[in-house]
């Protein structure tokens, strides 16, 4: 119960968003929301036992912009599972899911079990959805596109937990390779009057080049599993990796230079060097 306590909640929140007080954060009026956040906040640092640093920000919903469906009704209509025997297949999601990345799916879990309220909303989400129905060689593209992109919100979330290794960097850069290709599909389809929720995605859409290039300029490709196998980083990137190298793999080559380099220093002439 301490941790739905105002006072606790709020001291949780704005050292977690770093910030001077709940009134910068925009929630002084909201004090349930508060107590919400906090609580919830509070939970996660006690199972997660680990810095939650990449919780940086956050949303309010609002139960009035959405249907709101219960558990008993999630069953019975089989939103997502039979009735009778539990199993994805046969449900309502099972025919409507061709996703094709697990973003997709569990967007689309989200809007079923969230169907929106406001009219105009809805006709703007099916407006985009018109667009593709009829853009087949759009719909062709973009597939595509998005075969080639992985699960980036897992991978970003192992990044920001420090867990992530090289292969899930390189499966990062590659998915954010595809958005420059992703952006200009999308642009195309928005020289429609239907286009609104389109526009907002375009507009929105960050390429992330900066990272995916970083990352492939430093990670050979493609990278071993484990760290302590070495080998991550490209020749050329640290010129102090480089002769660390070249002193591990042609470190018969470097004690001889090493030695007549003292022997000139010392005059000593016979001076060895093991």
Request: some cysteine; aromatic content about 4%; proline content about 4%.
């Amino acid at each position: 119960d301490s941790s739905f306590d105002y006072s606790v909640a709020s001291q949780l929140l704005t050292t977690q968003m770093e910030a001077v007080s709940i009134e910068a954060l925009g929630l002084e009026r909201m004090p349930l929301a508060v107590c919400a956040a906090g609580a919830n906040l509070a939970y996660l640092q006690k199972t997660q036992r680990t810095a939650l640093a990449h919780l940086k920000r956050f949303s309010l919903y609002n139960p009035q912009e959405f249907l709101v469906i219960d558990e008993i009704s999630i069953r019975n209509l089989e939103l997502l599972r039979t009735a009778r025997e539990g199993k994805k297949k046969g449900a309502l999601l099972s025919v409507l899911d061709e996703t094709l990345t697990p973003m997709g799916g569990r967007k689309l879990v989200s809007w079923l079990l969230h169907p929106l309220m406001d009219c105009g909303k809805i006709n703007q989400r099916l407006d985009a959805l018109e667009i593709f129905k009829e853009g087949f060689l759009l719909r062709k593209d973009l597939h595509e596109c998005l075969e080639r992109v992985s699960d980036l919100e897992r991978l970003a979330t192992k990044v920001a937990l420090g867990t992530a290794n090289a292969r899930d960097l390189m499966a990062i850069a590659r998915s954010l390779n595809e958005l420059p290709q992703v952006h200009s599909l999308l642009e195309q389809a928005t020289h429609t009057p239907k286009a609104g929720m389109l526009k907002g995605l375009v507009s929105s859409l960050d390429l992330l080049d900066d990272v995916s290039n970083r990352i492939q300029k430093v990670l050979i490709d493609p990278p071993p599993i484990s760290l302590k196998d070495g080998g991550l980083i490209k020749d050329g990137y640290s010129p102090e990796l480089d002769e660390l190298r070249q002193i591990a793999n042609h470190g018969k080559d470097f004690l001889l230079k090493l030695e007549v380099k003292e022997r000139q220093a010392s005059g000593i002439n016979n001076l060895k060097v093991k």
